[in-house]
């Protein structure tokens, strides 16, 4: 069964930047779409960016974008979320997540569906405070 770590989270003031890594074992990544997410305190967990497993496409959610960058590295089987001019709003625990396109599913897709992975890390804490 394919596992991810997640590591990398802390406490941060606003405006600084944390890089969030997600280490795969037992699997190799190369044919799986990737994701972050995020949960606060009493919300639901959202999706933040994803990443097509050919990965040519990546989306964001609307409120990261121009703030943080999803990146892969396939020497290290590692995914990667930088994070830079963080706000209070963006303290969630992080959790990264993979899966691969179904039979009719396209290698050019990713998704922000918590519904659409069926592989998840233990995720990391992110706080952003004064």
């Known amino acids: 069964q394919l596992q991810l770590v997640e590591s990398g989270g802390g406490l941060v003031q606003p405006g600084g930047s944390l890089r969030l890594s997600c280490a795969a074992s037992?699997?190799?990544?190369?044919?799986?779409?990737i994701g972050w997410f995020r949960q606060a305190p009493g919300k639901e967990r959202e999706g933040v960016s994803c990443?097509?497993?050919?990965?040519?496409?990546?989306n964001y959610r609307d409120s990261v974008k121009g703030r943080f960058t999803i990146s892969w590295d396939n020497a290290k089987n590692t995914m990667y979320l930088q994070m830079n001019s963080l706000k209070p709003e963006d303290t969630a625990i992080y959790y990264c997540?993979?899966?691969?396109?179904?039979?009719?599913?396209?290698?050019?897709?990713?998704?922000?569906?918590?519904?659409?992975?069926?592989?998840w890390g233990q995720g990391t804490q992110v706080t952003v405070s004064s």
């Open positions: 997540a993979a899966d691969q396109p179904g039979m009719s599913g396209s290698r050019w897709d990713c998704s922000m569906f918590t519904s659409d992975y069926n592989s």
């Open positions: 990443m097509s497993s050919n990965r040519a496409s990546t």
């Open positions: 037992r699997f190799n990544l190369n044919y799986y779409y």
